[in-house]
């Protein structure tokens, strides 16, 4: 879909308004609003429906903004590492730098000296940080806790009406950012894996990475709320089955309405009594990722009763995937007692 430019220039004219515009990046779509404004990020927060505690990603047009948003030391170990990492930008990867000037308003990073910066590798993105020249604080545009959208029609689904929405179709990548947090005391850390690969990121530093920090220690802290344990979750309730596992599944579940989603078309599946969804035709990780969210919303408002999915295989571009689908599943055993249920009655 294409937007003109004329419409993009409006957008920017609500940004520096201090309006919210909904706008697409190659990861997800982004809520925006002018991150220099308190007033502005806090209609973030109430149209999503987010915790005041979790922090925004900051957005910008070009890598040469920086030092206006970001207090950076010359010669400091987060200013190597940065300028290690900067192949990467613009593109799908944020970087959590520790202290952020006081330009940016508090209630972005939501009272953390740190901030989180992206520069989004997309046109219309790209147009609009250009045309408002504002800092644009985005999470992605669904309400809190549902999964991300990844067309303007997803926006819309949400929001309805209410917010203004630059629709440039389909977003290529369809999974959120890479987040890796620098520090001066420690090694990098990712903070949510995403399409930027842990190896690729390891290429670019010369240091090792932090090891993942476990979820449970995660669940309550403020350094990375996009590790809260539930999120990116459907209202129906959504299972992890194996794909061994299936046949006797749906033997169980069979009076209950059901969609099954697979990441490859390879092994098709021969059982033609429930609707099933592939994710791509050959499993490679870009296709799934790019359907994964489009697939889960659509199956969302059929009123199914649940919607399985196979777990991703292991791997590393498939970290991103299971990192996501591991927040919107549900607990196995609830779904046992489900189908143990039907089965009996
Ligand atoms: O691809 C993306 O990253 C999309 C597009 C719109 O840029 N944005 C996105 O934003 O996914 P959001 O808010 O849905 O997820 C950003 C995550 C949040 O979980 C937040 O906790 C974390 O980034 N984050 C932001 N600033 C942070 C900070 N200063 N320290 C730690 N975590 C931070
Ligand atoms: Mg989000």
Not at 34 to 48: E, G, N, R, W, Y
Not at 73 to 102: D, N
Not at 129 to 142: V, Y
């Amino acid at each position: 879909m294409s937007v003109h430019k004329t419409q993009i220039a409006n957008a920017a004219e609500l940004i520096r308004n201090g309006s919210v515009v909904a706008f697409p990046t190659e990861t997800v779509y982004g809520l925006g609003a002018d991150a220099t404004s308190d007033i502005a990020v806090k209609k973030i927060f109430q149209l999503k429906g987010r915790p005041a505690h979790n922090p925004l990603i900051v957005h910008l047009a070009h890598r040469e903004q920086l030092s206006e948003y970001v207090a950076l030391k010359q010669k400091s170990r987060v200013a190597e590492q940065l300028e290690r990492l900067s192949p990467l930008w613009p593109g799908p990867l944020t970087i959590v730098f520790p202290q952020k000037k006081s330009i940016i308003t508090d209630s972005a990073s939501a009272g953390l000296p740190s901030v989180g910066i992206r520069i989004p590798n997309h046109p219309i993105a790209t147009a609009l940080l250009e045309l408002s020249n504002r800092p644009i604080a985005a999470p992605s545009a669904n309400i809190s806790e549902y999964v991300s959208a990844t067309t303007g029609e997803h926006v819309k689904d949400c929001f309805g009406d209410s917010i203004h929405i630059l629709d440039g179709g389909p977003c290529s990548l369809g999974i959120e950012s890479t987040i890796i947090q620098l520090s001066e005391e420690h090694a990098a850390t990712i903070l949510r894996p995403g399409s930027i690969t842990r190896e690729q990121l390891k290429e670019h530093l010369v240091e090792e990475l932090s090891p993942i920090q476990p979820d449970n220690s995660m669940q309550e802290k403020v350094i990375a709320p996009g590790q809260l344990k539930k999120h990116y979750a459907p209202r129906t309730p959504l299972y992890f089955v194996e794909r061994d596992q299936h046949t006797s599944f749906m033997e169980a579940a069979k009076s209950l309405r059901v969609a099954r989603i697979f990441f490859s078309e390879q092994e098709k599946v021969r059982d033609a009594s429930m609707s099933t969804y592939y994710l791509s035709t050959s499993g490679e990780h870009h296709e799934c990722a790019k359907n994964l969210y489009a697939t889960i919303r659509a199956l969302d408002k059929a009123h199914l009763d649940l919607i399985v999915i196979e777990k991703p295989k292991q791997g590393p571009l498939f970290e991103a995937l299971y990192d996501r689908l591991k927040r919107a599943v549900k607990e196995p055993k609830t779904l046992l007692s489900l189908a143990e249920k039907t089965s009996i009655e």
